[in-house]
């Protein structure tokens, strides 16, 4: 399957900050790449759906100005979450879609991150 | 609410048992998915499922659909500690290629 690497794969920062993740798809061309947030013991909850060369679609509840995703290479997107506070600290994992035969939707999921903000 | 209901919530076996894992959805599908993820990992892909197919193996597992009782079972033959994981199903469908994850079932394998 595809081979998807995030970085970093886990960061502390203080209150207020922004921290920006990265989510490559490292032998694939993704034009679509997803971003998921979960909470310790909790399922994975969909963020927004990053689409190569155009603006991302946010899932509904999802603040798209403190959530900020680009995604301006096939290989390359990033989620920066800004002014971050206690409340944003979560496992983010991205994913990407490979289409397979007969139209097949598969994703590949990358390592995750795991924010903690102090 | 959630797409994907698995039960149970959590199953601890012994090696060499057999796990069942189950899943319930609320809207049609196209296909079904089951993922399976470490603690503090990522997910793996393990089998996806079509609607109009019934029953995949693949090694020790084997899945199974039933689209008119909306629900999908997976089942880990001669269960291995390593098979110590959460699982998850996950719906997709539509042109928007969007999965939507149940809670998970945590495995726990003794060894």
């Known amino acids: 399957g595809a081979v998807v690497s995030q970085h970093p794969s886990w960061v502390i920062c203080k209150s207020g900050t922004s921290v920006k993740i990265e989510c490559r798809s490292l032998?694939?061309?993704?034009?679509?790449m997803f971003w998921y947030r979960q909470f310790p013991k909790q399922s994975l909850m969909l963020m927004a759906t990053?689409?190569?060369?155009?603006?991302?679609?946010?899932e509904q509840g999802v603040e798209k100005d403190k959530f900020l995703i680009n995604h301006a290479s096939l290989t390359l997107s990033t989620l920066t979450v800004t002014s971050a506070h206690p409340e944003d600290s979560s496992f983010y994992i991205c994913?990407?879609?490979?289409?397979?035969?007969?139209?097949?939707?598969?994703?590949?999921f990358g390592p995750g991150t795991r924010l903690t903000v102090l | 609410s959630q797409q994907g209901e698995e039960d149970p919530q959590a199953l601890s076996i012994q090696e060499g048992e057999n796990a069942t894992m189950n899943c319930s959805y609320k809207?049609?599908?196209?296909?079904l998915q089951w993922y399976r993820q470490n603690s503090g990992r990522g997910l793996v892909h393990l089998i996806l499922?079509?609607?109009?197919?019934r029953e995949k193996h693949s090694g020790r597992l084997r899945v199974t659909l039933d689209t008119s009782k909306k629900s999908s079972s997976l089942l880990i033959t001669a269960s291995r500690a390593a098979d110590t994981a959460s699982y998850f199903c996950?719906?997709?469908?539509?042109?928007?290629?969007?999965?939507?994850f149940g809670k998970g079932t945590l495995l726990t394998v003794n060894p």
């Open positions: 994913s990407d879609r490979v289409m397979g035969l007969a139209g097949r939707n598969e994703q590949f």
């Open positions: 032998d694939f061309q993704a034009t679509t």
């Open positions: 990053s689409n190569e060369g155009s603006k991302a679609t946010y």
């Open positions: 809207t049609s599908i196209n296909n």
């Open positions: 499922i079509r609607s109009n197919e």
């Open positions: 996950a719906t997709g469908g539509g042109s928007n290629y969007k999965l939507t």
